[in-house]
């Protein structure tokens, strides 16, 4: 019950019978009536723009994820990453060392600056 001395209530209650009233006085088509506009028809789809806009959705969905930071604890000292280990071959050849792979990673970069994966990344769109 809407009391008559507010008058914000006395508004709702008319906004109220206005909507109302226009919703409902709409006329619906008889049963045996076709729809005034005909039956509706689907478009045909352009699958040029559909892959076009796909793709462009898809590298904004994926480019974080490429430089998503891999290591929680990079450039700090719970760095698990940070430490290596190096291999002294002999015969003169190089030293070998766990720093080529981990190091990027130590360094708080994603799965585009590991060595390998780096260069696959590039396939993806972003």
Do not use: E, F, H
Request: charged share 10%.
């Amino acid at each position: 019950m809407v009391s008559m001395k507010s008058g914000a209530g006395v508004a709702a209650a008319v906004g109220a019978a206005v909507l109302l009233g226009a919703g409902s006085a709409q006329a619906a088509p008889a049963a045996g009536q076709a729809p005034s506009g005909g039956p509706a028809t689907l478009a045909r789809t352009d699958v040029g723009q559909a892959l076009s806009g796909t793709t462009a959705g898809l590298g904004y969905g994926v480019a974080p994820i490429k430089s998503l930071r891999l290591d929680p604890w990079a450039n700090s000292s719970a760095d698990v990453l940070n430490n290596g280990a190096t291999v002294q071959p002999d015969q003169g050849l190089a030293p070998v060392g766990t720093g080529t792979l981990t190091g990027p990673l130590s360094a708080g970069g994603g799965i585009k600056d590991l060595p390998l994966a780096g260069g696959l990344t590039g396939i993806l769109p972003g």
